[in-house]
């Protein structure tokens, strides 16, 4: 053969190397494994001995010439750059969810047309059809048979509060139970800690949030607990029905404003109103095909955005619920109508902030924000302030850990602080004229700060938590705020 390549003729020479190209082809092949499965120890000997004789060959080929094609480099020749600290914690990076995204919106028509943003009866349209869209023209949201959680009353017993050090029947404690009680207040500490388990540690996540009568809904997996926060009692808890294939975890939550309902978003896009006076479910909807990623109420009208960037303006009291959407290009994981319901912001996990006008009904091909501000990290902790038009705060992640301030009829920055910590949350405490932050890394604390244009400046910090602060909530009359972190640790602070 060695004579034949040095003497013969082109076309021999050619075909040799390329059956020597195929082989080649073949054992890269089996040597990076394609296979989703992991392999058995025969399969690894295998490919081991495929990759000796895959080198062998390249080696033996290399002395006679130029090589078909030239091996990946070794490992230890490969160098990558990364930081070792943020790849471990993953504290805020955006989610890996654009293969599903696409593949939901090839598998419905529908959510396809709105992300183009052509309303969905448009998309089934011949092209000379006039493009004017109808509000009771938009898909009908499709309503669940049965509502798929059950509602459970507390069981009330006397419960012996238990010492942070002690773990003493530990493995009975339920949620809410009392884990330490402050005998008397002390300046920066929680007055109460109380047990969260199966808190889901996700910053992407909205689970907890406080109704104008003082009840705090919290979110532990796939159950939401109702806790009243005037007599610190447990009232009860919402259960998904045994039986059921896929036990729905909850990416967001909240009361509407006058506390008669409770908004539950999922993971699987389903939106669950409950009457939580009267223990029954409202209304079920199947709203979104993606995480529900934020939830917010004009009047009676309810807001969902999704983490496929699609905003649904819902009428839960009408049969054909949906009223009106946008699209943005980027997942949704903050959602926030302003005091006085004429604005609608929303925050993406690519760091826009997106300022939407209070006109919702219908789908327009030209919609767009009337404000866009970018900041270096997601838009998650956000929050309109309650007595300065226009105004609104965003805190950033961890690669940013600024608080900044924005005019949103100027998409200009009036002020901003750092805070060299991540921050998961923000709430406004409007009879106190305070501002409230909770944080990550490295402190994990809760934050206070007085807002006095143009200027903003910390009060105190409250630490306890072991873990980052992932959600806050603040009582009706501003006098207490309640975070609950990664720690699975609830804590009331006074304010």
Known sequence: MEMQLK????????????????????????????????????????????????????????????????????????????????????????????????????????????????????????????????????????????????????????????????????????????????????????????????????????????????????????????????????????????????????????????????????????????????????????????????????QQLLSSGSVLGHIHHLDPRASAPLVGAAVQKEAICSLQWSPEDDCLASGSTEGHLRIWDGDITGVKRSRQPITTVKQPSAVKAMGWCPWQRQVIATGGGWNDGELRMWDTLSGSCLTSISTNSQICSLRWAEKKRYLITSHGLPHHQVARWRWEFPSISPITQLTGHSHRVLHLAVNPDNTQIFSAGADQRFHIWDL
């Not at 190209?21 to 040597?31: E, H």
């Not at 490992?75 to 750059?81: A, C, H, I, P």
Request: overall charge positive.
């Open 7 to 298: 003497t013969g003729n082109p076309h021999e020479l050619e075909e040799v190397l390329s059956h020597d190209a195929s082989m080649i082809r073949r054992m890269l092949t089996d040597f990076t494994g394609k296979r989703r499965h992991r392999p058995s120890e025969e399969q690894l000997d295998a490919h081991q001995l495929t990759y000796k004789r895959f080198r062998s060959r390249i080696q033996r080929n290399s002395r006679q010439g130029p090589a078909v094609s030239t091996p990946v480099a070794p490992w230890r020749q490969q160098s990558f750059e990364f930081d070792p600290v943020c790849q471990q914690l993953q504290l805020d990076s955006p989610p890996k969810n654009h293969e599903s995204a696409q593949r939901v919106l090839q598998d419905n028509p529908q959510e396809a047309a709105l992300a183009r943003g052509v309303s969905p009866c448009e998309a089934f349209k011949p092209s000379n059809t006039p493009r004017c869209v109808d509000a009771s023209r938009l898909p009908a949201i499709k309503n669940a048979t049965e509502p798929e959680w059950v509602w459970t009353a507390a069981v009330k017993e006397g419960r012996i509060p238990q010492q942070a050090g002690s773990d003493d029947r530990r493995h009975d404690l339920q949620p809410f139970d009392v884990l330490n009680e402050a005998p008397v207040n002390l300046q920066g500490k929680s007055v109460m800690k109380l047990l969260a388990p199966s808190l889901l540690n996700d910053y992407y996540t909205n689970l907890l949030d406080c109704s104008c009568d003082g009840l705090v809904a919290l979110a532990l997996g796939s159950s939401v607990y109702i806790w009243n926060s005037e007599t610190r009692a447990l009232v009860g808890h919402l259960d998904p029905q045994l039986g059921r294939p896929h036990r729905h975890s909850i990416s967001s939550l909240c009361w509407s404003r006058d506390g008669r309902a409770l908004c539950i978003g999922t993971r699987r896009g389903q939106i669950q109103l409950w009457d939580v006076e009267q223990k029954q479910s409202v209304r079920c909807l199947l709203s979104h095909l993606s995480v529900v990623g934020g939830l917010s109420w004009k």
